[in-house]
C-alpha cells in the first residue's frame, strides 16, 4: 500500500486542513456581510453583481463535487460521507450548496484519524480528499474571489476615496489569492513521485511572482470597468470562448465524461481570464509564452482605452484617486516584473525531476481503480 500512495499526510496538511475549514466558514460570513453592507448602503447594483459572482461559482462548485461523488470508480470516502450517501443525501446536499462543506467533513474526519496513527491506506485517502478540495478552491478563487476583488477595486475608482480600510481588504485579496495558488502547486507536487518537494524559498518565489502578475491584470480589469462598463461583458465573453477554445486544442484529458470535461475546459478559460494555469503534459515554456504575450497585449489595450475615455475626457472633472500616470508605468511595470521573477523561478528554484501538472490517469478520481 505504500507504493500505491507516493505521499504521506504530515502534520503540516492537517493544520492546513483545520485552518481552510476554518476559512471557509469565514469566507461565508464576509460574503454575507458584504451583501448586507451594500444593501445598506443603497449599492444595489454591486449587491446584484457580488449575489450573482457568489451563487455562480458556488454552483460551479456543487456541479464539480457532484461530478466526482459520482464517478462509480470512487470508493474513497470517510465515515460521515458513507452516511450521508446510505441515507440518499448526497445529491440533496449538493443542491443546497452543501457539498463542499461536506468535503471539508470528511477532511476534518480524517485529519482527527491521524492523531490515532491511522495507516498508510486511509493517510492516502486523505491526500486524495485533500487535493479535491484544493482544486475546488482554485475553481473559487477565480470564479469569486478575483472577479470580486475587480468589483471592490471598481467601487474605489468610483468613490474617489483612498480610505486606508479599503486598500487594506485589496491588498489582503490580492495576498490571499497568491497564497492559494501557491498552496494549491505545493499540494500538488504530493502526487508526483519522483518531484522533489517545494521548499520556502522556492515557495516565497513561486508566491511573488504570481502576486506581481494577478495584481496587474486586476487593476487594468478594473480600471477598464470603471471607464467603459457596458464592454466588460463583452470582453470577458469573446476572451473566455478563445481561451475555452486554446484548452481543448490541447487535448485536456482531466475528466471522466465528456460533458465534464468541457465544463473543466471553460473553467480552466475562466482562469486563463486572470491567471496562467498549466493543464497540459509536455514542456510549458511555448504556451506560457504565447499566453503572457497575450495577457501583456490585451492589459495594454484595456489601459489604453481607459486612458482615452477616462483620463483625458474627464480627469479635469472626477480625477482619479491616483495619478493616471503613475498607474500607465505602474501596471506593465509589474507585470514585466512578475515576468522576470517567474523565469527566475523556473530556471533556480523550480525542482526539475518532473512536471507538477496531473493526468487524467493519475489523478486522484483515477487511481482507485486500480487499488
Known amino acids: 500500500m505504500e507504493e500505491i500512495f507516493p505521499f504521506d499526510l504530515v502534520k503540516s496538511d492537517i493544520v492546513f486542513s483545520f485552518l481552510g475549514f476554518v476559512v471557509f466558514?469565514?469566507?461565508?460570513?464576509?460574503d454575507v456581510w458584504a451583501v448586507v453592507s451594500l444593501y445598506q448602503e443603497g449599492s444595489y447594483i454591486s449587491m446584484s453583481l457580488l449575489i450573482?459572482?457568489?451563487?455562480?461559482?458556488?454552483?460551479?462548485?456543487?456541479?464539480?463535487?457532484?461530478?466526482?461523488?459520482?464517478?462509480?470508480?470512487?470508493?474513497?470516502?470517510?465515515s460521515i460521507e458513507k452516511s450521508v450517501r446510505r441515507h440518499g443525501l448526497l445529491g440533496l446536499l449538493h443542491v443546497f450548496q452543501l457539498g463542499v462543506l461536506l468535503r471539508c467533513a470528511g477532511v476534518m474526519e480524517i485529519s482527527i484519524c491521524k492523531l490515532k496513527q491511522i495507516d498508510s491506506f486511509r493517510r492516502g485517502v486523505a491526500g486524495f480528499l485533500i487535493y479535491d478540495l484544493n482544486m475546488l478552491r482554485l475553481m473559487e478563487t477565480f470564479s469569486e474571489s478575483v472577479p470580486q476583488l475587480v468589483l471592490m477595486i471598481h467601487t474605489l475608482i468610483q468613490e474617489q476615496d483612498l480610505r486606508l480600510v479599503s486598500v487594506a481588504k485589496i491588498v489582503g485579496c490580492f495576498l490571499a489569492i497568491a497564497w492559494n495558488m501557491t498552496f494549491y502547486h505545493r499540494s500538488m507536487r504530493k502526487f508526483i513521485p519522483e518531484a522533489s518537494k517545494m521548499g520556502w524559498l522556492s515557495s516565497v518565489v513561486y508566491f511573488l511572482w504570481n502576486l506581481l502578475l494577478i495584481v496587474p491584470r486586476v487593476?487594468?480589469?478594473?480600471?477598464?470597468?470603471?471607464?467603459?462598463?457596458?464592454?466588460?461583458?463583452?470582453?470577458?465573453?469573446?476572451?473566455?470562448?478563445?481561451?475555452?477554445?486554446?484548452?481543448?486544442w490541447q487535448n485536456t484529458d482531466f475528466m471522466d465524461s465528456k460533458g465534464g470535461e468541457w465544463l473543466y475546459r471553460a473553467t480552466v478559460g475562466l482562469i486563463w481570464y486572470f491567471s496562467w494555469f498549466n493543464v497540459a503534459q509536455g514542456g510549458t515554456k511555448l504556451r506560457s509564452g504565447v499566453y503572457h504575450l497575450f495577457m501583456g497585449l490585451d492589459m495594454t489595450l484595456l489601459l489604453v482605452l481607459w486612458w482615452c475615455m477616462q483620463c483625458v475626457e474627464s480627469a479635469r472633472q472626477n480625477p482619479p484617486p491616483l495619478s493616471p500616470y503613475v498607474l500607465l508605468g505602474a501596471v506593465p511595470a509589474l507585470y514585466i516584473v512578475g515576468i522576470l521573477l517567474k523565469l527566475v523561478y523556473y530556471s533556480k528554484c523550480h525542482p526539475k525531476q518532473a512536471s507538477v501538472e496531473i493526468r487524467k490517469a493519475e489523478s486522484p478520481r483515477a487511481m482507485p481503480e486500480s487499488l
Open 25 to 30: 466558514l469565514l469566507d461565508i460570513a464576509l
Open 219 to 248: 487593476v487594468s480589469l478594473a480600471l477598464f470597468a470603471s471607464a467603459l462598463p457596458c464592454y466588460v461583458a463583452v470582453h470577458f465573453l469573446c476572451l473566455w470562448i478563445l481561451l475555452t477554445l486554446w484548452a481543448w
Open 52 to 78: 450573482f459572482l457568489l451563487l455562480g461559482s458556488s454552483a460551479l462548485l456543487q456541479v464539480f463535487s457532484w461530478i466526482w461523488y459520482s464517478d462509480p470508480s470512487v470508493t474513497l470516502e470517510t
